[in-house]
């Protein structure tokens, strides 16, 4: 815990500002907009918000090759999502590597962890997809326009060299070799059996049909998002706009890089208020109608990640708890065993 204070200061400081620019205003236009919101238009964001989760479980199964059914797949992603949630430091992922590895067949820690990696990867090209649409649209460009272009290239960039290692590993064996020459540090035999593992967990890229599906429940899983965006704008707006959708939820899938509190408190409050405002859906990002419209967002994705985590952990019949200390073994022992089976959860 000490080495992450750091860690979880920074990113309460972070929120703290968020928070300050945001509410620096009187807070009672907001608190009028969150009286008279429609609330009717949740249930069907929600209900949208969950098939988009069933989507993101879809991509994660087919970058496994299918070594679990769709129901673990589902359950498990949504637990993660859950804790990521929570708790902070994105334990999430942790969780969602301990609870493949229960499985029967087990799912290899590192195996689960590269398909996690592949999955930021291609939902930062789906985001500069969506800034691009974006900017498309606008009269105007969102200057948060070059970074996305910039980050769009390095995620084509290291998509491709992942679909290269998947189909030559011995490729990456050699950069391994060759780096090692020059970094007395990447000398150690086990990196080369974790990146064994690694390149197990990227294998299906190596298929083109597999790369294929898993752009495809990517563009789909986004293209998801952005209508349960839509739909919960008429809460507060009467004439919301796709654009609006789309830049909000780009813009907000952008602070999950950033330190924060858990649910990224703040962080993504700004986010989706700029994106308001860039879309000129608000003349400013600290208008009252914007405000307001970024809590209730951040409330119900809030309400479905819990609702579907909840779901999840009576489903995979393992509890928070269980699940939060095997994601901290996994921690604690730098995950130096590449088949561990958390030894405080039950297998399924």
Known sequence: MKKRWPSLVLGAAVSLVALVYLFRRDLSGVQDELAGARYWTVIPCLAVSVFGLWLRSLRWRVLLDNRMSPGHSFHILNVSYFVNAVLPLRVGELVRAALAARLDPPVRILTSLSTILVERLLDTLAVFALLGLTLAFLPTGLEIGIVGAVLGVGAVVGVIVLVLFAAHPAWAHSLLT????????????????????????????????????AVWWTAAGWTVSVVAGYILLYAIFDDPTWVASMAMVALASFVIALPAVPGNLGPFEASVVVGLAGANLVSEATDAPALAFALLLHAVNLVTYILAGL??????????????????????????????????????
């Open 311 to 348: 779901v999840g952990l009576w489903a995979e019949d393992v509890s928070l708890g269980e699940a939060t200390r095997a994601a901290q073994l996994l921690r604690r022992d730098r995950i130096v065993d590449a088949e561990p089976v958390p030894p405080v959860m039950n297998r399924v």
């Open 178 to 213: 060759w780096s090692g020459r020059r970094i007395p540090l990447l000398r150690r035999p086990r990196l080369a059996e974790w990146l064994d593992h690694m390149l197990d967990g990227i294998a299906p890229l190596a298929s083109v049909r597999a790369t294929l599906l």
